[in-house]
């Protein structure tokens, strides 16, 4: 007996935007980071569910996956550096002591 | 029946330690909170038959980066981190609330409100052979992806050889 696919959606939407509460509320760069990865999650949640409870047969959403999975490692190791950085110059690890280059 | 009791104990898990990880004002509590997110995401991928993918969810993310988190936790906010409290305005909570309410409730409703999802195939409850997956990721015709697998393996040396050198300490003048 198989899970109907709605579960799976109904999941992945609420994961969503649990993420999209935190990257709006939170003002720490590592948490907001944190609350991306989130959101990343529950939309490979949605690939991998298409792909198996309704295309069975191809493979395409795994592999986009697999590969999302590989671009937010990367994503990850990247922003950490800006982070560690911007610790370095600003002292500080909130998005509000940032302002220089916002205009 | 198995099989939903499972799904029903994972999304328990996601859903709260999702809500534990934004809500808790301690990031190294929501650094763990993720992992234990990122795990239940893996055993989904199980429960769908997909041990490839679930495997390198765990080894990836609960493995890789996760440990850069913690790492970069421990950098940046050692001061920080025993008695952080991040302070949480109550309209930007509110408004947040209110706009992801909405957002949540709309994307629900068109999900469940199409069609589209119920012309699905019947599902083979069997896993994907790993012969078959090795073979799509390095062969070069049609339906495979050679080229998008070593697009990715550069762009992981491209992003550390990035993280290397914007990470590293300016030199003294």
Do not use: H
């Not at chain 1, 994503?75 to 280059?101: C, G, L, P, Q, T």
């Not at chain 2, 799904?7 to 996601?14: N, P, S, Y």
């Not at chain 2, 309410?101 to 069997?126: P, R």
């Not at chain 2, 062969?139 to 914007?166: D, P, T």
């Amino acid at each position: 007996m198989t899970i109907p696919v709605e579960c799976y959606f109904v999941l992945s939407a609420l994961l969503f935007f649990i993420g999209v509460f935190g990257f709006i509320t939170r003002r720490n760069l590592v948490a907001m980071l944190i609350c991306v990865e989130l959101i990343l999650n529950a939309v490979d949640i949605n690939f991998a569910a298409f792909n198996r409870l309704l295309f069975a047969g191809s493979m395409e959403g795994m592999f986009m996956t697999l590969f999302s999975i590989g671009v937010s490692a990367a994503e990850s190791a990247v922003a950490i550096a800006i982070i560690i950085n911007v610790y370095r110059n600003f002292r500080s690890d909130s998005v509000d002591s940032i302002k220089n280059m916002k205009w | 029946m198995a099989n939903i009791i499972m799904f029903c104990i994972l999304a328990v898990v996601i859903l709260g330690s999702a809500v534990m990880c934004v809500t808790t004002t301690r990031i190294m509590r929501a650094a763990t909170f993720m992992l234990f997110v990122l795990f239940g995401v893996a055993g989904l991928y199980f429960l769908l038959d997909y041990t490839y993918l679930g495997a390198a969810q765990i080894s990836v993310y609960a493995g890789g980066v996760t440990m850069i988190y913690v790492f970069a936790i421990q950098l940046v906010s050692k001061r920080t981190l025993q008695g952080l409290t991040e302070r949480m305005k109550g309209s930007r909570v509110l408004w947040g609330a209110l706009l992801c309410l909405i957002g949540c409730a709309t994307v629900i409703l068109v999900l469940l409100k199409n069609q589209y999802i119920y012309t699905g195939e019947a599902v083979a409850d069997v896993e994907l052979p790993m012969k078959k997956i090795g073979e799509a990721l390095v062969g070069a015709g049609r339906y495979q992806y050679v080229l998008a697998f070593e697009f990715i393996s550069l762009f992981l040396l491209a992003c550390i050889i990035g993280g290397l050198v914007v990470s590293r300490k300016e030199e003294e003048k």
